[in-house]
């Protein structure tokens, strides 16, 4: 079975400047994948193309296994979740009017959602630990419940591939913690690729399995946290000196200990 | 809410629009009206009021809901400056005020100023919600200056024009009921069917095209369910206004927000304040009648400063 | 102290001298010789007096038409070109008293001799206009003559028609939808000299728009439509009940200038009107 997203030779630019060029890599089902960089570095631009907002000029993305260019709307729904930085809603729906739309993608113009969708729906927030905020207008939600009930509606779309742009901004630390969790659980349990965006790196060392670091554009590095959080990756890439230990049971943390000189 | 709550909500609505419809008909300046003035005059004007009051309102609902912008109204897209546009056109090409091809004019201009708007905004095949916002205020000025324009040309049709701008049901014949009727059904039929995707809408373009959602398919949709509301309602009551602006609302906060309840909801209550409206609007000054646009103002602005301080609190706490 | 001082100070600040003094004081004097009318009832009674002079008039004033299509036109009266009147250099501007358009005020302040002579709203009040026009324009005699002589026609046309019988009971619709002329306007006198009755003479506004189903129940025998946007009758619901209507007697062929306003014309309009109602059946 082949990698469930695939990226060859990325390259993007705008009418301003350039953005990406030469960005390869492929993500397996079941993975939790990073992509990391300073600001600017070109990650929420990757994660457009990824998500077939925008087309790449030049190379080609392949999601379990088609282009994205010929993949219809709605079978790209079936298989691809997208969680953009910033939500906002202008009207009062609930958390579980939310979460339920995740189930959308694979209904007929006729039909409406079944019992059974709402369901799930309510499983799923469950499981984020949100059921007693299911009748709730989600505007009334604290950020970080707010941001976890669009979390549980593209789980609701049980995609294939979850891309996700800095989940966790504004986040309290816990939280922060426990929405990686989450989606490293995710990723094993349910075979979902998951592919997170952020600036967080000591987040993205501790959870993901692999992942791709950009700089001005260009893949850096590409492999497990130990492998691409280097000392010496980190000083080109971020301008730090820091560098990454191992705890007893394997895990990846993140040690900064102060910017580069000069 | 529950969906036995609401259907419940939807029940009272009904009921409320029926008996309100009902009570219409026996209310109005002739103090003893005889069985033949009753079914042949008041009854339509009641269907009528019922009729442009449900048609504002669901019009109303779906601007709201396509642009993502509770003070949206049905006449956004310059959809009341075409109609009048249109109907100053059919005086100035000698039509009778109130005959069906008046109306048929009036009702061209509606869809004619909204295809407009829309078109002006169309750029790279995407229609932003700005554009669509700003394109609307384009047109309604244009049609605005050109209805100046006949004014000055053929000044003695003005007062009968502006009477038009400012909604007044009058007397409406069995084939222009029945032609509202048809296009009411039209509308709805498509605002009802588009509920569960206009629901997605809300979140943002971006983000509904991720869940499915044809974002360009579904405005255009909206805006022709939109335009044929308008223009039964048009036909029936000139360019009545706060109807839809107010009544979604309402709706909103008694049902919630989902599309396909609000709708119903809307067009319920609609119908009940327009004709309670226009019986009044009938009987207050009597003989003499005041024009319907004129009361639908005066309980709006209340409204909108209402409306203004909840949500001053809102934002505050 | 100082607040008295202050309050006195604006009192004169805002205090003008009387400009309807100082325009009778002018005219007095020597009769103008530059004249604007504004109000297409002023503009007819000037021409009616003999009034030369009359060197521009507002874009309604239509009577008499080959005179007034060669005058210059100064604006409409809610809007007047303050620039092109202020151009022809005027001796004195006739206008309406009318407490919605400031055009008097914006006149006065360029300097322009204004004299507001309001619009009868009967007629007496056109004999009324007539005198205070003579005597703006020195026409004093010219005047009392035309009052004299008018009062005679409208005497001699009222006798004609006002008695005649049947009394109709008339519908007037001044503007579509159903808009009519109440009982304390110009048009309701001129319809009972002319041996009419306004089904609406209860209402107290000159003018307002009524219900259809009031129309209905009150069954006039004579619909007269004057407005330019016509309404087909024949075509509204319980229409038949109508006596007018069955008889086909919606008369839409008189002239809404004549009828409306309130000019040395009078006598004409109540003939017009008495001939429509007393003289002409089946006429549409």
Not at chain 2, 215 to 231: D, H, I, P, V
Not at chain 3, 128 to 155: C, D, H, M, P, Q
């Amino acid at each position: 079975m082949g990698p469930v997203l695939k990226a060859e030779n990325l390259g993007y630019s705008y009418n301003g400047g350039f953005a990406l060029a030469d960005v390869s890599f492929e993500i397996s089902a079941g993975e939790f994948f990073g992509i990391a960089g300073p600001n600017g570095c070109g990650k929420t631009t990757l994660l457009k193309l990824l998500s077939g907002a925008i087309a790449p000029q030049s190379g080609k993305i392949l999601a379990d296994g088609t282009g994205m260019a010929t993949i219809s709307p709605r079978r790209k729904a079936a298989l691809l979740a997208f969680l953009p930085a910033e939500m906002s809603v202008p009207y009062d729906f609930t958390a579980r009017e939310i979460a339920v739309m995740g189930r959308s993608p694979g209904l007929d113009w006729w039909e409406n959602y079944s019992q059974e969708d709402y369901d799930g729906a309510d499983g799923v927030l469950r499981l984020l630990g949100l059921e007693h905020a299911a009748d709730k207008p989600v505007n009334a939600l604290s950020s970080g419940e707010r941001r976890k009930v669009f979390i549980a509606q593209a789980l609701c779309q049980r995609p294939k591939i979850l891309l996700l742009d800095e989940p966790t901004t504004h986040l309290d630390i816990r939280c922060q913690l426990q929405t990686f969790e989450l989606l490293k659980d995710f990723a094993a349990s349910r075979g979902t690729a998951v592919v997170v965006v952020s600036h967080d790196i000591g987040l993205v060392a501790r959870y993901c399995g692999r992942l791709l670091l950009l700089k001005d554009g260009r893949p850096a590095a590409l492999g497990t946290a130990r492998e691409t959080l280097a000392p010496a990756n980190l000083r080109a890439v971020y301008g730090v000196e820091a560098e990454t230990r191992a705890d007893s049971e394997g895990g990846t943390h993140l040690l900064i200990k102060s910017p580069c000189k000069g | 809410m529950s969906k036995k709550t609401a259907a419940e909500k939807i029940g009272l609505f009904f009921l409320a629009a029926l008996a309100v419809g009902a009570a219409a008909v026996f209310v109005g300046p002739v103090a003893h009206p005889d069985a033949a003035i009753l079914l042949k005059i008041r009854l339509p004007r009641v269907l009528a009021g019922l009729l442009a009051g449900a048609s504002l309102a669901g019009a109303g609902a779906l601007m709201q809901g396509v642009l993502r912008n509770p003070l949206a109204d049905p006449y956004i897209l310059g959809t009341s400056s075409g109609a009048a546009l249109g109907a100053a056109l059919a005086l100035l090409s000698g039509a009778d005020y109130g005959s069906p091809l008046f109306y048929v004019l009036a009702a061209c201009g509606a869809f004619a100023a909204t295809a407009a708007s829309y078109l002006l905004a169309r750029t790279d095949n995407r229609t932003p919600a700005v554009n669509l916002l700003l394109s609307g205020v384009i047109v309604s000025a244009f049609c605005g200056a050109l209805i100046l324009l006949l004014f000055a040309l053929k000044r003695d049709t003005a007062f009968s024009i502006l009477i038009f701008m400012m909604g007044s049901i009058t007397e409406a014949s069995r084939a222009v009921l029945i032609g509202a009727g048809i296009l009411f059904a039209l509308g709805m039929g498509i605002s009802f069917a588009l509920s569960r995707q206009l629901d997605i809408l809300s979140l943002g373009e971006e983000k509904a095209r991720t869940l499915g959602v044809n974002t360009e398919a579904l405005k255009l949709l909206a805006f022709a369910a939109g335009a044929f509301l308008c223009a039964a309602a048009v036909g029936v009551a000139g360019t009545v206004g706060f109807v839809g602006l107010i009544v979604p609302h309402v709706a909103r906060l008694l049902l919630g927000p989902a599309h396909g309840r609000l709708s119903a909801g809307a067009v319920l209550l609609g119908a009940a304040f327009l004709t309670l409206m226009d019986a009044a609007a009938r009987t207050i000054a009597a003989p003499a009648e005041i024009p319907v646009g004129v009361l639908t103002s005066v309980c709006g602005a209340p409204f909108f400063l209402w409306l203004l301080r909840k949500s001053k609190t809102e934002y505050k706490g | 102290m100082k607040h008295i001082t202050f309050l006195l100070a604006l009192i004169a600040f805002c205090v003008r001298p009387v400009p309807a003094a100082q325009a009778a004081a002018k005219t007095a004097a020597q009769p103008p010789r530059r004249i604007i009318s504004l109000l297409p009832s002023h503009t007819e009674i000037l021409f009616a007096l003999g009034v030369t002079g009359v060197i521009a008039v507002s874009n309604f004033c239509d009577y008499p038409p080959r005179k007034t299509a060669a005058l210059e036109k100064a604006g409409d009266y809610y809007n007047p070109s303050i620039e092109k009147i202020l151009s022809l250099k005027p001796d004195i501007v006739f206008t309406g008293n009318w407490k919605s358009v400031p055009a008097s005020g914006r006149l006065r302040r360029a300097g322009i001799n204004v004299l507001e002579i309001p619009d009868a709203d009967g007629i007496a009040g056109i004999y009324e206009n007539i005198r205070r026009i003579g005597a703006a324009t020195g026409k004093s005699k010219e005047a009392a003559n035309l009052v004299k002589s008018l009062t005679a026609k409208v005497a001699a046309a009222t006798a004609k028609y006002s008695a005649a019988k049947p009394r109709p009971r008339v519908y007037i619709e001044l503007d579509a939808p159903h808009w009519t002329a109440g009982g304390r306007s110009f048009l309701n006198e001129t319809l009972k000299n002319a041996g009419g009755e306004n089904i609406f003479r209860d209402l107290a506004r000159p003018y307002a728009q009524v219900s259809w189903e009031t129309i209905v129940q009150r069954n006039p025998d004579v619909i007269i439509t004057l407005s330019a946007a016509k309404t087909n009758f024949a075509a509204l619901p319980g229409a038949n009940r109508i006596a007018a209507v069955r008889n086909g007697r919606v008369i839409s062929s008189l002239d809404k200038n004549l009828l409306t306003r309130p000019s040395p014309r009078i006598h004409l309009a109540i003939e017009a009107l008495g001939q429509a109602l007393h003289e002409q059946k089946n006429r549409r």
